[in-house]
């Protein structure tokens, strides 16, 4: 499975950006996608999850903000973030989970979020 990443950019305190993450290649109907971000000198965190059937699961420090969604049909996954802080500054990677005959662990190619005024 390939993983193409984009949306990240440069957005002032309190503004939006919208991340997408699209899959491509032996992708499977039964799949999550995780998204993680990693600030500088800190470990990679774990953010937002939602699986193929609509679950969704967010850290603490993103929830009320940071929504994920996906179009099934595109094979496209989106993190809309909202309410920005310069604490969500990180690179952000999306990370696809299929679930076949065996587990396919796919990653994208990280893009970086910077909050700053």
């Known amino acids: 499975v390939q993983l193409q990443a984009s949306g990240g950019g440069l957005v002032q305190p309190g503004g939006s950006l919208r991340l997408s993450c699209a899959a491509s290649?032996?992708?499977?109907?039964?799949?999550?996608m995780h998204w993680y971000r990693q600030a500088p000198g800190k470990q990679r965190e774990l953010v937002a999850s939602?699986?193929?059937?609509?679950?969704?699961n967010y850290a603490d420090s993103v929830k009320g903000r940071f929504t994920a969604s996906r179009d099934n049909a595109k094979n496209t996954d989106y993190l809309q973030m909202n309410s920005l802080k310069p604490e969500d500054t990180a690179v952000y990677y999306c990370?696809?989970?299929?679930?076949?005959?065996?587990?396919?662990?796919?990653w994208g190619q990280g893009t970086q979020v910077t909050v700053s005024s």
């Open positions: 990370n696809r989970i299929d679930y076949g005959p065996s587990r396919i662990d796919s």
């Open positions: 290649g032996m992708i499977f109907t039964i799949n999550a």
């Open positions: 939602i699986t193929s059937g609509g679950s969704t």
